[in-house]
T-cell receptor, first 111, second 114 residues
Framework: GQQLNQSPQSMFIQEGEDVSMNCTSS?????WLWYKQDPGEGPVLLIA?????ELTSNGRLTAQFGITRKDSFLNISASIPSDVGIYFC???????????FGKGNQVVVIP | NAGVTQTPKFQVLKTGQSMTLQCAQD?????MYWYRQDPGMGLRLIYY???????DKGEVPNGYNVSRLNKREFSLRLESAAPSQTSVYFC?????????????FGPGTRLTVL
């Protein structure tokens, strides 16, 4: 299946710091999504991006759809303890009706 | 609205046993999906159903069968469980397959096969 390269795989950050993570692919996507998964729960959609170059915010979260359509990044500003979890990127290939997921980025916030 | 619900939450099976994982959504969504999540592997699609009455294989369908019982319910069956099927299983739904983006996920079923 289509692979998304998500980096880094894990991050330990101090409370209050900003966090950035990105996702890349060798293929062109027409939709990029960012999900968060809390321990013992299913993924929850954070941000959806539909246009190349689009920059979208959701509270302290900001995500961008790369101009090349092959990458996306997610930024979390002023991290708090409840930001702990696994963050997944997902993409929908142009002409394909299914999502491809990255392997996830484990974020740990140190108080 | 309960969203997407899954039963059971936890299950332990012996090799060779069979079981069915249940999923239901109350959002009037047309398309439903089954994924498995393994450490370091992300989410991998097992089967999906674009609409009531249709099902299609995903990335890792071997060892599984599915039934789209009605618009609300999509079940996943393991006929003869194997230790390699130890995983966390997630069901998801979306309004329409052609808008296959904002998928809503259930809480997951944690399956251990001994």
């Amino acid at each position: 299946g289509q692979q998304l390269n998500q980096s880094p795989q894990s991050m330990f950050i101090q409370e209050g710091e900003d966090v950035s993570m990105n996702c890349t692919s060798s293929s062109i996507f027409n939709t990029w999504l960012w999900y968060k998964q809390d321990p013992g729960e299913g993924p929850v959609l954070l941000i959806a991006l539909y246009k190349a170059g689009e920059l979208t915010s959701n509270g302290r979260l900001t995500a961008q759809f790369g101009i090349t359509r092959k990458d996306s990044f997610l930024n979390i500003s002023a991290s708090i303890p409840s930001d702990v979890g696994i963050y997944f990127c997902a993409g929908q290939l142009y002409g394909n009706n299914r999502l491809a997921f990255g392997k996830g980025n484990q974020v740990v916030v140190i108080p | 609205n309960a969203g997407v619900t899954q039963t059971p939450k936890f299950q332990v099976l012996k090799t060779g046993q069979s079981m069915t994982l249940q999923c239901a959504q109350d959002m009037n969504h047309n398309s439903m999906y089954w994924y498995r999540q393994d450490p370091g592997m992300g989410l991998r699609l097992i089967y999906y159903s674009a609409s009531e009455g249709t099902t299609d294989k995903g990335e890792v369908p071997n060892g599984y069968n599915v039934s789209r019982l009605n618009k609300r319910e999509f079940s996943l069956r393991l006929e003869s469980a194997a230790p390699s099927q130890t995983s966390v299983y997630f069901c998801a739904s979306v309004l329409r397959l052609t808008s296959d983006n904002e998928q809503f996920f259930g809480p997951g079923t944690r399956l251990t096969v001994l």
